[in-house]
Nanobody, 121 residues
Framework: QVQLVESGGGLVQPGGSLRLSCAAS????????MGWYRQAPGKQRELVAG???????NYADSVRGRFTISRDSAKKMVYLHMNSLKPEDTAVYYC???????????????WGQGTQVTVSS
């Protein structure tokens, strides 16, 4: 069984910062890409940032220059540092990982349960 657990969400004022963390655990053979998506009320889930096992990174245009994604492969963790937060960044943020388990050895995408980020004065 694989679990992704996010932490670090909360309420922050516009212009503030937050750091989200996501820890992967379970019978994992290998983790390929990890990333963050978000879903605002009434909107579709969208990619925020992703990072591959080789360190390649991509960002949504709306967050580039304000958000930074990083990962600690040894700890099976991915982070999202969010600066200069705006009200439009308000959403549930989901961690994802493309990984293979020891049981199947096949790559699949797994999701965390989500963490709420609210940017409001």
């Amino acid at each position: 069984q694989v679990q992704l657990v996010e932490s670090g969400g909360g309420l922050v004022q516009p212009g503030g910062s937050l750091r989200l963390s996501c820890a992967a655990s379970g019978s994992i053979f290998s983790i390929y890409g990890m990333g963050w998506y978000r879903q605002a009320p009434g909107k579709q889930r969208e990619l925020v940032a992703g990072i591959t096992s080789g360190g390649s990174i991509n960002y949504a245009d709306s967050v580039r220059g304000r958000f930074t994604i990083s990962r600690d492969s040894a700890k099976k963790m991915v982070y999202l540092h969010m600066n200069s937060l705006k009200p439009e960044d308000t959403a549930v943020y989901y961690c994802n990982a493309d990984l293979s388990t020891k049981a199947t050895m096949m790559a699949q995408r797994y999701w965390g349960q989500g963490t709420q980020v609210t940017v409001s004065s």
